[in-house]
């Protein structure tokens, strides 16, 4: 299945990595739930390796999920739910006491509101000592830095052959940020992952892309 998102020259290697961690932790049979799921490419990652693990798949438009349905591999429980992000607390999942649970750059759509209701329902979906992996963009905060991240862009570009993004000085980059384009921050995210009651870790950073998890504590 080839990746419908093209725009991030480091995403392959962030997503292999979050497909690693759930595939060497997770138990056999075990079940994970992805949050926006899209036509399935991080599931089938996943599921490529251990067609074992059951799969909940949480996405806003059927199409999608009809997609998805269709891209991965049979092998363990696919359940398909229409839900809307932005309304965390009204889907309606078939199950709780995931092993895993993942979202995939679907966090900067949201409000911080909903980022944080979002990191929530994935807890409480959680079974002690589940992980939530999350990728997404982090905001960048600090002018004095810019210059630097500037030069990591343009070294991504150099390296991959496209640039994962530009902006020629901070006021164009925050002026660049809009409703559907609303990264948070490292710190944001630490604070929300705690009052869900999720041990954080940052896995991987580059660019202004990160990788993050979560562990639920045992029981």
């Known amino acids: 299945m080839e990746d419908p998102i093209r725009s991030h020259p480091t995403r392959a290697e962030q997503l292999d990595i979050l497909a690693t961690v759930i595939t060497d932790t997770l138990p056999e049979g075990g079940r994970f739930l992805d949050l926006g799921i899209g036509t399935g490419f991080v599931a089938h990652l996943i599921l490529s390796t251990r067609p074992d693990l059951g799969l909940v798949g949480v996405d806003i438009k059927p199409e999608s999920l009809a997609a998805a349905r269709d891209n991965l591999p049979a092998g363990g ?15 309606d999942l078939p199950h709780a006491g995931f092993d ?59 390296e991959f052959g496209r640039a994962m993004r530009e902006a020629a ?26 009052a869900a ?13 990160m990788l993050m998890a979560g562990v639920k504590a045992a029981g």
Request: charged fraction near 25%; avoid cysteine.
């Open 77 to 91: 429980e696919r359940l398909f739910v229409e839900g809307d992000l932005t309304r965390p607390d009204a889907i």
């Open 100 to 158: 895993g649970a993942i979202s995939a750059l679907t966090f900067h759509d949201l409000s911080d509101e909903a980022k944080q209701a979002v990191i929530g329902r994935a807890a409480e979906a959680l079974a002690p000592g589940g992980v939530f992996l999350l990728y997404d963009r982090i905001r960048l905060t600090e002018p004095r830095t810019f210059a630097l991240q500037q030069s990591l862009w343009r070294r991504i570009e150099r």
């Open 169 to 194: 000085d901070f006021a164009a980059y925050q002026a660049d940020l809009a409703d559907n384009n609303r990264p948070a921050t490292l710190d944001n995210y630490f604070a929300w992952f705690s």
């Open 197 to 209: 009651g999720l041990g954080a870790q940052l896995l991987h950073l580059h660019g202004n892309v």
